[in-house]
C-alpha cells in the first residue's frame, strides 16, 4: 500500500478476508464496495490529508468548547485558529 499500486487492491483484500486471524478482514471486506474509488485514489497523487487535518483541530476546539461558548465566541476562536495555522510562504 505505500507503493500506492492500486491494482493490488483486490488481491490484498482477498489475502487479508482468507486470513481467519487478520484484524482487517472487517475493513478489508468493507472496500469491496467502493473498490474503484479505492483504487483510483490510491492512485492519485492528490491528498485531502491538510484540509482533514484542519477540519480535526477545528471539530476538536468545538468539542471543547461545547457548552461554554455561545457562538459568536466560538465563531471568534475558530477563525483565530483558523488563521493562525494558515500556511504561509
Not at 486470513?19 to 474509488?37: K, N, T, V
Not at 471568534?76 to 504561509?88: F, I, N
Amino acid at each position: 500500500m505505500t507503493n500506492r499500486e492500486g491494482e493490488r487492491m483486490p488481491h490484498w483484500i482477498a489475502d487479508v478476508c482468507a486470513d481467519e486471524q487478520s484484524g482487517l478482514a472487517g475493513f478489508a471486506a468493507g472496500l469491496l464496495p467502493d473498490l474503484d474509488a479505492v483504487v483510483y485514489g490510491m492512485r492519485t497523487d492528490w491528498s485531502s490529508g491538510p484540509v482533514e487535518g484542519r477540519v480535526n483541530d477545528l471539530k476538536a476546539l468545538k468539542r471543547s468548547m461545547f457548552g461554554r461558548a455561545k457562538p459568536p465566541l466560538l465563531r471568534k476562536r475558530l477563525l483565530l485558529v483558523a488563521a493562525s495555522r494558515r500556511h504561509r510562504p
